[in-house]
């Protein structure tokens, strides 16, 4: 079993000022090469601290992959840091000098004299040439461990450990088994409630089972390790089709599936046409069916003032568009008290729901837009139902 960390270096990860986006993306390469990351930490720009994480993540994991602090400037520390974690000197390399001012001088410039810092590497280290930027990636292998460290350029990262790292870590760890995830997502179903009819299942070592909250959806996880795609996926499959014998219609999708998707879907499926109405959601219903990006919804507007009939001013909406059916939500959010009104439209019928809410109030708004698709979701599903 071949272990693995990621270190992200910046302060300005730290500050909030960027968004760290390498480290989900090698989590997800790591996961593909059935590597098991346990630990993924972020961290200054102080070469003493960078070297103790180091050596702190190559006591437990086979090895260590960095991100950032690759640069020509005094706070790219990365060099010094892996050097020192390795207890060895930095030493020039000319040769990746010159390849340093080949790239510098494909963009046009000339290389400044503080450009020369990234020609330096610790001693013994494999040099990886970066062919879509200037800074030199590396490779320093300690024992049978090894630190990997990457540029911070999300593009150039990704270029080189696609390229190069990835084989070489093949080679090195003997990586055969591969890891596959298949998401299932849920609508409508708390995550206490979902545990209850799956709970056994989360106990399985291999595929193993997950589930994660987000404001009335549940995703469920189903990881697998095998040999080769094929028999991971049939691993996976098996468990899948377990899960949905389970759940029926709570499931509305998987992996990229949107639920404003999924119920487009099954409005479209119905011959219906959408429109929507809402208050104090941020816009968030309108914004999400118009993303999805499906000829079924027409438009959406907002209820002007709060004292006005959700649902009088829904079949407003209703006519103004010219569609067959109509979803409002509305979010009163007033001390102690959270609620979201909702109302749907179908030519079966009209009716409403009040729904008390009782998590985060910044969290209102996208909770409310999810149960109103979900409700949405199902009656055009049991309509389908009742039809067959």
Known sequence: MTTAEIIAIGTELLLGETVDTNTRYIARTLRGLGVNLFRAQTIGDNAGRIAALMREALSRADFVITTGGLGPTVDDPTREAAASAAGLFLEYRPELWEQIKARIAHYGRVPTENQKRQAYLPQFALPIENPVGTAPAFIVEIGEKSIVCLPGVPREMETLLEDA???????????????????????????????????????????????????????????????????????????????????????????????????????????????????????????????????????????????????????????QFNVSSALGVACFNEGDEQIARLALITPHGREERLLDYGGHPGNLPRWAVNMALDWLRRKAVSVEENVK
């Open 165 to 319: 790292v990835i084989p070489y870590l093949q080679k090195r760890y003997n990586l055969n088994d591969v890891i596959r995830v298949r998401t299932l997502h849920v609508s409508g179903v708390g995550e206490g409630a979902l545990d209850e009819r799956i709970g056994d299942l989360e106990t399985l070592a291999n595929p193993t089972i997950g589930l994660t909250a987000h404001s009335g959806i549940v995703s469920i996880r189903i990881a697998a390790r095998a040999g080769t795609t094929a028999e991971a996926g049939a691993l996976i499959a098996k468990i899948e089709d377990d899960v949905r014998s389970r759940l029926g219609d709570d499931i509305f999708g998987a992996d990229e599936d949107t639920l404003e998707a999924a119920t487009l879907r099954a409005v479209a499926e119905r011959g219906w046409t959408l429109a929507c109405l809402e208050f104090q959601t941020e816009d968030a219903l309108q914004t999400r069916l118009a993303r999805a990006a499906h000829p079924a919804f027409r438009g959406g507007s907002r209820l002007p003032v709060r004292e006005e009939s959700l649902a009088g001013v829904l079949e407003k909406t209703r006519v």
